[in-house]
T-cell receptor
Framework: DVKVTQSSRYLVKRTGEKVFLECVQD?????MFWYRQDPGLGLRLIYFSYDVKMKEKGDIPEGYSVSREKKERFSLILESASTNQTSMYLC?????????????FGPGTRLTVL | RKEVEQDPGPFNVPEGATVAFNCTYSNSASQSFFWYRQDCRKEPKLLMS???SGNEDGRFTAQLNRASQYISLLIRDSKLSDSATYLC??????????FGTGTSLTVIP
């Protein structure tokens, strides 16, 4: 059974803090993704990675960075958290392929920035 | 224009009813199509992939119309446990997935 875990379910941070969100998958997937989900906007892709040390910007990368030093781990970093980054953050992983592959999601981290 | 558009609902239906959701996508180069289910405060989970010829999984039937660029999900004999948000997902060549905002379904006893 595929398992994607995220370091925290709930997180409260203050404006200006540096925030690390960790994601680990145990299925040896090449692809990993970070999304944020907001009411009325759906899931929006922040960054994705298709290999170790590789990363690609998604639709809303501003204010975020990522790190993929090991295949199983993909970190999302908020360099200086702002209130508009309060959101649900979802990590996902998948095998690469022609697009028929399934994405498996972690349970999400609900981040509140005060 | 959004990549994927869905009617947000909510759809409130009685148990046993049949309900259908549609979703349109804007890019004709889209290659793969999925329906995901998301329960309240939980992560999305794959419900079913959508194939060109249409496909069925128990009470769920998915259809794809490439000419009109829409996909549909039909749920027959609705159960209380079907209450959730249903996300339409589209993938173009490459690794990017595009999600609709979801359609909310509540099945009423």
């Amino acid at each position: 059974d595929v398992k994607v875990t995220q370091s925290s379910r709930y997180l409260v941070k203050r404006t200006g803090e540096k925030v690390f969100l960790e994601c680990v998958q145990d299925m040896d997937h090449e692809n990993m993704f970070w999304y944020r989900q907001d009411p009325g906007l759906g899931l929006r892709l922040i960054y994705f990675s298709y290999d170790v040390k590789m990363k690609e910007k998604g639709d809303i990368p501003e204010g975020y960075s990522v790190s993929r030093e090991k295949k199983e781990r993909f970190s999302l970093i908020l360099e200086s958290a702002s209130t508009n980054q309060t959101s649900m953050y979802l990590c996902a992983s998948s095998f690469p392929g022609t697009g028929t592959d399934t994405q498996y999601f972690g349970p999400g981290t609900r981040l509140t920035v005060l | 224009r959004k990549e994927v558009e869905q009617d947000p609902g909510p759809f409130n239906v009685p148990e046993g009813a049949t309900v259908a959701f549609n979703c349109t996508y804007s890019n004709s180069a889209s290659q793969s199509f999925f329906w995901y289910r998301q329960d309240c405060r939980k992560e999305p989970k794959l419900l079913m992939s959508v194939y060109s010829s249409g496909n069925e999984d128990g009470r769920f039937t998915a259809q794809l119309n490439r000419a009109s660029q829409y996909i549909s999900l039909l749920i027959r004999d609705s159960k209380l446990s079907d209450s959730a948000t249903y996300l339409c997902v589209v993938n173009r060549a490459g690794n990017q997935f595009y999600f609709g905002t979801g359609t909310s379904l509540t099945v009423i006893p």
